[in-house]
């Protein structure tokens, strides 16, 4: 008898971990590839997870987490996103944000659905669905639309089957954002169609336009049919904390919340009371991050620019999305050929959809001199194309 699943087989490994994996290897060699801030968790942060372990908290919490940072999780929604979840009922601390979406697809499918995913996203959209047994519909985003899901886009893609839309913006790895007035025909169509939606908001601080993010859960008549998927790993540089959250109408976030207490029982306990220290006094440490990826950002745009590597402006996250068509090579042989030659290591857009064909993304969660460094190499390379 065949040992393993020919579902897992059958899901390729994440196309952003293969080029990581080998720049590891290589000597004086420079990785745009990993989507983690280069920022150290703030101190005052840290400090209160030491303080918890001093304090012998070291015990599980229940499998919801801590009512005192699910309460601070709700408070901060409804003050900043005016998005109204209720902590004791409707809010799950997770390991990750990836948990998250993991747990939301789980509790909704049934063998069969059709869960929709705009993409170039993140990869692990599409396997956790394959996992459920749900059948992927992939919507290819298009960059003159500057990456962001039209009404027209969604409806034609919607059937019978449908079950869930995946949202992601900001998005990882074009870096487009949605405001209100891009999100409310979306929501029309949601309502009309009963769809869920999992909105994917891991970068919802990480926005630079003067208009704050928007939260599709805030529009009308969607905090019943959306999940919000979020944490702390991009906005407070917390990554190895492996702490995130998850706020969904009580009927759903109840199933969620049985599958987390079978799987994992609680996200770490430190973690959360670090957490509840980031909400209650971090908006600075945010501010500061902001500013300084938002300087980046405009480095980097003005750099590709200048190169005529076109790329439209991302305007969220931390990630540029230029093209490289003009250059005659897919986006794995470009990369590949980046990496043998100026030791450079950036991710093939195909890592996050068939969409990302001819595009490359690269992060600028690094500092400005390695962000030099880099670009000069990227400069030195295209030059010889």
């Known amino acids: 008898m065949k040992p393993l699943s020919s579902v897992t087989e059958g899901i390729k490994p994440s196309g952003i971990r293969k080029f990581f994996d080998i720049v590891s290897e290589m000597p004086d060699a420079i990785s745009l590839g990993v989507g983690e801030p280069d920022f150290e968790t703030p101190w005052h942060i840290v400090d209160e997870g030491i303080y918890s372990l001093e304090k012998g908290k070291t015990y599980y919490t229940s499998n919801s987490g801590l009512m005192e940072l699910r309460t601070e999780i709700c408070k901060w929604y409804a003050r900043k996103y005016d998005v109204q979840f209720d902590p004791a009922k409707e809010c799950i601390i997770t390991v990750g944000g990836s948990e998250g979406i993991d747990l939301a697809l789980r509790a909704l499918i049934n063998a069969g659905d059709e869960v929709i995913i705009p993409e170039p996203s993140y990869v692990s959209y599409v396997p956790c669905a394959t996992l459920t047994g749900a059948v992927p519909v992939i919507i290819d985003l298009k960059n003159e639309n500057s990456f962001k899901l039209t009404a027209a886009e969604l409806e034609e893609h919607i059937t019978d089957k449908s079950k869930v839309l995946i949202l992601s913006f900001p998005n990882n790895p074009t870096g487009a954002i949605m405001t209100r007035e891009d999100l409310e025909p979306i929501a029309e169509l949601a309502i009309k169609h009963d769809l869920y939606v999992i909105s994917d908001e891991i970068y919802f601080e990480l926005t630079y ?11 009308p008549g969607m905090e019943e049919r959306t999940i919000v998927i979020n944490g702390f790993s991009k906005a407070y540089a917390m990554t190895g904390w492996r702490l995130g959250y998850a706020m969904a109408p009580q009927a759903i976030c ?9 799987c994992i029982m609680c996200a770490p306990t430190t973690s959360q009371y670090a957490a509840i220290e980031a909400l209650r006094d971090g908006d600075k440490d945010i501010a500061s991050m902001r500013k300084s990826y938002d300087e980046r950002r405009r480095y980097l745009f003005k750099r590709f620019s200048d190169m005529d590597m076109p790329a439209f402006e991302p305007l969220g996250a931390f990630y540029i999305f230029p093209s490289i068509q003009k250059f005659g090579l897919s986006s794995d042989d470009f990369a590949t050929k980046l990496l043998e030659n100026q030791k450079l290591a950036v991710v093939p857009g195909t890592a996050f959809g068939d969409s990302g064909e001819g595009f490359i993304r690269i992060s600028y969660a690094y500092s400005i001199d390695q962000l030099r460094e880099a670009v000069d190499r990227i400069e030195k390379f295209v030059s010889g194309l």
Not at 209 to 219: D, G, K, Q, R, Y
Not at 254 to 262: E, R
């Open 209 to 219: 336009t003067e208009e704050p993010h928007c939260s599709i859960a805030s529009l």
């Open 254 to 262: 109840k199933q969620m919340t049985k599958i987390h207490q079978f």
